[in-house]
């Protein structure tokens, strides 16, 4: 990855992370629907960008990568000033260089979702066709909610559904993970790798469809059955990964992730009884958001990003701990009071200097 590259990435991600505290700066701020950009600028400008840049395997971004950033910005602006129509056709743009891309790399159709292809070629692919199917819904729901109104669900909100774009990143890093597992030939390690990219999947597509339609019972019986899976792919990880600097990284998004499943339970039972504030409420979900986007996505995008560069020459240790600070503890608060938004913002460009430009090693790091 080129210098220039990492500091697009690296001012890109902490625009994002700013904006998502920059209502509490501005007067009247919360009138200002800057979650948008929280959102976008993560996860698919940036995790857009360096999925597609994995993807094609190339030091320097393509022609059709260097467009999907361009666009992505522009949908993202677009979206932010609610100009539809202009968003809705550049989500299409998207979708057809994603799908470009996608096919260049693997097939048109996903023929090795059911065959014996490693399951992070699988995980690989259905990240990225995540990508491409989310751009073409979201121009969909904006066609839904703005001009058509065919459908009317509560909770087809347009800023509900965009918290989609995080799932494909979730993807790409569970394809790295399994990429680092040695290959194990017995029938029941297969049939685990398997169980869990299936889970995982249809797991989550299930649960939004229960979210649309509003089934709590049904949300947190899916939600268990995905935190099992993620359980039992964290504990392959463990038992299969390579001993390598990567894993450290991966191990700590693994928590991340499983801190989500465990929030995002609670908040399903806590919503649905009594006694419990809004305020209470909405507070774990923005710790739930922050640990999922910032937690357990970074750990993979960070991964992504000096892919071919590892082992780097840093205290693994030291950026995971800090890792950790900024997410669950600075970042959380930040959304509220502004001492801890600019130390969570500082904080975070630091970890992303160190992770980005640290330089490779020849050698392993027991760090």
Not at 185 to 198: N, Q, T
Not at 295 to 318: T, V
Not at 328 to 342: R, S
Request: charged share 10%; with cysteine.
């Amino acid at each position: 990855m080129t210098a220039r590259l990492k500091v697009f990435l690296m001012i890109l991600m902490t625009l994002a992370l700013f904006f998502g505290f920059l209502h509490i700066f501005i007067l009247h701020g919360e009138i200002y629907n800057f979650e948008r950009l929280h959102i976008f600028l993560f996860n698919l400008c940036s995790g857009g960008t360096i999925l597609l840049y994995f993807t094609e395997g190339k030091e320097r971004l393509s022609l059709n990568t260097f467009f999907f950033s361009f666009l992505a910005l522009s949908y993202a602006v677009c979206a932010f000033f609610k100009l539809y129509p202009v968003s809705m056709l550049i989500a299409l743009v998207l979708a057809v260089i994603v799908e470009k891309i996608r096919i260049k790399r693997f097939t048109f159709l996903p023929y090795n979702f059911f065959n014996l292809s490693p399951v992070s070629e699988n995980f690989h692919q259905a990240s990225l066709l995540c990508l491409s199917i989310g751009l073409v819904v979201s121009s969909l729901v904006i066609a839904n909610n703005e001009y058509l109104k065919y459908v009317s669900f509560p909770k087809l909100t347009m800023d509900t559904f965009f918290l989609g774009f995080s799932f494909p990143l979730s993807l790409i890093t569970m394809s790295v993970m399994f990429s680092l597992m040695k290959n194990n030939v017995r029938f029941i390690i297969r049939l685990l790798k398997d169980a869990g990219f299936w889970a995982v999947n249809l797991g989550v597509i299930i649960f939004f469809l229960f979210i649309m339609f509003e089934k709590p019972k049904f949300q947190l019986i899916v939600t268990s059955i995905l935190f099992i899976a993620v359980v039992v792919i964290f504990v392959l990880f463990v038992k299969l990964g390579i001993k390598a600097q990567q894993k450290k990284f991966l191990s700590s998004g693994m928590v991340f992730l499983l801190f989500t499943a465990v929030t995002g339970i609670l908040y399903i039972i806590l919503k649905f009884l009594p006694g419990y504030s809004q305020d209470e409420l909405k507070f774990l979900l923005r710790l739930h958001a922050f640990a999922s986007l910032y937690g357990w996505n970074l750990s993979g995008l960070a991964i992504l990003c000096r892919y071919n560069d590892f082992p780097i020459m840093l205290d693994s240790k030291s950026i995971i701990l800090v890792h950790w600070i900024t997410v669950v503890i600075l970042a959380p608060l930040g959304y509220y009071f502004k001492p801890f938004a600019v130390s969570a913002v500082v904080l975070y460009a630091v970890m992303l200097y160190f992770v980005l430009f640290s330089k490779g090693s020849g050698k392993t790091l027991n760090n």
